[in-house]
């Protein structure tokens, strides 16, 4: 089983619309969790972390699941400039295992 | 807004070659790491280094990879015989304490031939 699996997409959505990511990760002891942002041949930057309460960033909710082991990423009102492969992002003691990445396409 | 920096931004070598990509991370960052990106598939874990060691290294890093911060401040990854499958983005990352995020660079790309 993947560490960290997530649906490559890509996600095809017109301006405007809710898409929703999941991951699930397979290591219990797994500590934080993230949602990072990849542009095209750019580097991995955070988009935001993951808590079990659920956390909220502008148009950006992302919620865990430590029971089921799972991690959603929701997006309203999407923009153009939302177009990017979303990283789901597991943190054990030191290091950050990165799933594939699910692509995101907006479009007019 | 302080950066990570990596030179070269590009390099191509030949099979056999060998190769230093060199970081230079956030000054008051703790943990220094190297991730790999084949394209088209996901960042993967090298090495991670913390207090003038590895921490911990993946199956990836095996006897041809090495990593040292000789001056306390670049951190470089060498690779000592490059093989085809080296080829990839090499992303240099840094973090603090207590936190979960990590600071990458903009990467170097490594073509071998």
């Known amino acids: 089983r993947k560490e960290v699996e997530q649906d490559p997409g890509p996600f095809n959505v017109p301006e405007g619309a809710t898409v929703a990511f999941n991951c699930t990760y397979s290591n219990s002891a797994s500590q934080s969790f993230f949602w990072y942002r990849q542009d095209c041949r750019k580097e991995p930057k955070l988009l935001m972390s993951v808590y079990s309460s659920g956390n909220e960033d502008g148009r950006f909710t992302a919620q865990l699941n430590r029971a089921s082991q799972y991690i959603s990423l929701l997006i309203r009102d999407s923009k153009l400039s939302d177009s990017a492969t979303y990283l789901c992002?597991?943190?054990?003691?030191?290091?950050?295992?990165f799933g594939t990445g699910t692509r995101l396409l907006v479009s007019p | 807004e302080p950066e990570v920096t990596q030179t070269p931004s590009h390099q191509v070598t030949q099979m056999g070659q060998e190769v230093i990509l060199r970081c230079v991370p956030i000054?008051?960052?703790?943990?220094f790491y190297w991730y790999r990106q084949i394209l088209g598939q996901k960042v993967e874990f090298l090495v991670s280094?913390?207090?003038?060691?590895?921490?911990?290294k993946s199956e990836i890093f095996d006897d041809q990879f090495s990593v040292e911060r000789p001056d306390g401040s670049n951190f470089t990854l060498k690779i000592r015989s490059t093989k085809l499958e080296d080829s990839a983005m090499y992303f240099c990352?840094?973090?603090?304490?207590?936190?979960?995020?990590?600071?990458f660079g903009e990467g170097s790309r490594l073509t071998v031939l």
């Open positions: 992002v597991v943190k054990g003691f030191q290091k950050l295992v």
């Open positions: 000054s008051n960052h703790l943990y």
């Open positions: 280094f913390y207090n003038n060691e590895i921490s911990e």
């Open positions: 990352a840094g973090g603090g304490r207590g936190t979960g995020e990590l600071f």
